[in-house]
């Protein structure tokens, strides 16, 4: 089509302003997405904040219960025993609860290995000689 058909064509110069118009709104309805997603994050960052705090709070206090159950065990005991020998059995056992749980995480940490992904790794080296080997071909 010449340059005088295209000026005197309508069509033409609808089609112009449909796809200018198309692709304004296109960048508008972009930035207004983004717009959304980033007050839809920055609300729920909040929340998770506000969850998060809260979950420290409740170890924070889940802490200090299990402290003065501690206490009250050492204070049934006294009833029994002096004071001291109650306390010292209550550690006694609080040691050894924390020994088990010492050694059961040596052997889970033993059994994990070394932190790097040996399969992925394994399975990128393959993959790599298999492209070389093809590659020769």
């Known amino acids: ?3 005088a058909e295209r000026q005197t064509d309508p069509t033409g110069d609808q089609v112009g302003v449909l796809v200018s118009r ?5 960048a508008e309805l972009v930035r207004e997405e983004m717009q959304l997603a980033r007050s839809e994050m920055t609300q729920k960052g909040k929340r998770f ?3 998060g705090g809260l979950f420290g709070a409740a170890g924070l206090v889940g ?3 299990a402290q003065a159950l501690v206490v009250t065990c050492i204070a049934a005991l006294a009833l029994a025993l002096p004071v001291w020998a109650a306390a010292l059995i209550v550690t006694a056992v609080l040691a050894a609860v ?3 749980a010492a050694l059961a995480g040596k052997k889970q940490i033993a059994r994990a290995g070394t932190p790097a992904p040996e399969q992925t790794i394994d399975s990128v080296k393959a993959d790599l000689a298999e492209v070389k080997e093809k590659a020769h071909r």
Do not use: H, N, P
Request: a positive charge; zero cysteines; proline letters at 0%.
């Open 1 to 3: 089509m010449s340059t």
């Open 22 to 26: 198309a692709s304004r709104q296109i």
């Open 49 to 51: 904040g506000k969850g």
């Open 63 to 65: 802490i200090l219960a």
């Open 98 to 100: 924390a020994g088990v």
